[in-house]
C-alpha cells in the first residue's frame, strides 16, 4: 500500500495511451503526490487486475480499449450515462473496494465544442453525425442531452445507425451513407464519430461540398490532429474543432474524484500531450 493516490489507464495494448502525459502533467502542474501509470490488462486477466488495484493504493483507473464494455459486467455501480452509452471509460475505487463506472466521453465531447467554438449552442439546429459505434453512442448521449432538436445519423452500415435509432428514439433521422453530403446544409453541427481519416487508415471521401459557412465541425480523430475532414470544413468557412480537446476534458471529472484538484485544460496542456 502507497502513502499517495495511484490511478492509470487499463487497455490491451496501452503504449499508445496518451492518458499517462495528460495525468502527468496535472499532477506536476498542481504539486501533487500522486501517480498515473499505463497498465496492461489482458480480457482474463481484467477482473482480478481490477479486484486487485485499491490494495496497491489505487483511486480509479481510466479504461480504453478493448475494455470499456466489459468493465460494465464488473463494476459495482454505474452511472445513468455509462448504462446509457453501454461502456465505462472512468472508474473509482470506493473505500470499501465496490467498483464505481462512469463515462466521461460525452462531457469531453462538449467541453472540447463549448471550449474550441465559444458560442456553440445545440440548440440552434440539427446536428450530422458520422458513425455509429461506441463513439457515436456517447456523443448521441451528449448532444441530446444538450438540446439539440435532431440527430442526422449516417453510417456506412445502416443495420448499426438503425440499433442506435431504436435505443435513442424518434430524434434520430438516419441517412444512408452514399446520401450524407445531401443534408450537411441542413446542419448547425457537424460530426465524425468514425476512424476514417486517422494516419495509416483509410481517407474520409464523403462530400463535404454542401455545408455552409459558420457550421460547426468537429473530428474525434486528432491523429493526425488536422485531418482532411476538418481541412475541408475550413476551406468551406466552418468553424472547426479537432479531437485532442475530447481526450483531454474527458479526464477532468476523473482526475477531480482521484487526486481532488479540478484541473485546466489550457495550451499547456495541449503542448504537454503533444510532445
Avoid at 128 to 156: D, M, W
Avoid at 192 to 207: H, W
Avoid at 233 to 239: I, L, T
Amino acid at each position: 500500500m502507497t502513502d499517495f493516490p495511484r490511478a492509470g489507464v487499463i487497455g490491451n495494448p496501452i503504449s499508445h495511451s496518451l492518458s499517462p502525459k495528460l495525468h502527468g502533467h496535472w499532477l506536476r502542474r498542481y504539486g501533487i503526490n500522486g501517480s498515473y501509470d499505463a497498465l496492461q490488462v489482458t480480457e482474463d486477466g481484467l477482473e482480478r487486475t481490477l479486484r486487485s488495484l485499491p490494495a496497491q493504493g489505487y483511486v480509479g483507473v481510466n479504461v480504453t480499449l478493448p475494455h470499456k464494455v466489459a468493465v460494465l459486467q464488473i463494476a459495482d455501480q454505474l452511472t445513468d450515462r455509462a448504462t446509457l452509452i453501454g461502456a465505462a471509460n472512468t472508474l473509482t475505487f470506493k473505500d470499501d473496494g465496490r467498483i464505481f463506472a462512469d463515462n466521461t466521453d460525452g462531457y469531453g465531447f462538449l467541453e472540447n465544442l463549448r471550449q474550441g467554438a465559444p458560442g456553440w449552442d445545440a440548440k440552434t439546429g440539427p446536428a450530422v453525425v458520422f458513425g455509429a459505434g461506441g463513439a457515436a453512442r456517447a456523443v448521441l448521449v451528449s448532444l441530446i442531452e444538450a438540446g439539440v432538436p435532431e440527430i442526422i445519423l449516417t453510417n456506412r452500415t445502416r443495420p448499426k445507425a438503425e440499433s442506435l435509432r431504436a435505443d435513442f428514439g424518434a430524434r434520430i433521422r438516419i441517412v444512408d451513407w452514399v446520401q450524407a453530403g445531401s443534408v450537411l446544409s441542413d446542419a448547425a453541427t457537424v460530426v465524425n464519430t468514425t476512424s476514417l481519416g486517422m494516419k495509416g487508415g483509410q481517407e474520409f471521401r464523403v462530400p463535404l461540398d454542401g455545408l455552409r459557412s459558420g457550421t460547426v465541425v468537429t473530428d474525434i480523430v486528432y491523429t493526425p490532429l488536422r485531418t482532411k475532414f476538418l481541412d475541408a470544413a475550413a476551406e468551406k468557412g466552418c468553424v472547426t474543432v479537432d479531437g485532442l480537446g475530447m481526450l483531454l476534458h474527458q479526464g477532468v471529472p476523473g482526475f477531480e474524484r482521484w487526486f481532488g484538484k479540478r484541473p485546466e485544460v489550457d495550451d499547456d496542456l495541449r503542448r504537454a500531450v503533444l510532445s
